[in-house]
């Protein structure tokens, strides 16, 4: 591996076995995701490196040079809090974000403790829309 190549690929290990090995709360959570996150995207979950469910993928290169393959969306279950990775980069974003419930923000993260914190047909609208922006950066 380069020192530029990603750590984190998509694998072919199974997808529900690593939710099983959840606890029986957090592996509710997961299936409640799975199922939003499958519809935001039309496409069914892949287990990306060791921790991360992903959906769909996309091509991104930078005009830096730096390239890759990346899921659209995805998430992590870990012990903390569960990390759903979207794009917030999009108009109405913030007005979203207001309006999720407990929760808080990284670069490109979204870390929430339980479902039951956050308004669920908020949460599948940033997800759509976070769909809908990373597909404009798609190379291929």
């Known amino acids: 591996m380069t020192k530029s190549e990603l750590k984190t690929k998509a694998t072919a290990a199974s997808v529900e076995a690593f939710i099983n090995a959840q606890p029986a709360e957090v592996a509710a959570d997961c299936r409640t995701i799975i199922a939003l996150m499958t519809k935001a995207t039309g496409e069914g979950p892949t287990l990306w490196g060791a921790g991360i469910v992903g959906f769909g993928r ?67 609208k940033l997800l759509y829309k976070g769909v809908k922006e990373l597909e404009k950066m798609r190379v291929n």
């Open 58 to 124: 996309y091509h991104y290169a930078y005009a830096s040079g730096r390239e890759g393959d990346r899921f659209l969306l995805g998430f992590s279950p870990r012990k903390a809090k569960t990390t759903l990775y979207i794009s917030g980069g999009f108009d109405g974003a913030e007005g979203l974000l207001e309006a999720l419930g407990k929760h808080t923000m990284g670069k490109g993260c979204l870390y929430i403790k339980r479902l039951e914190d956050v308004d669920l047909e908020v949460l599948e």
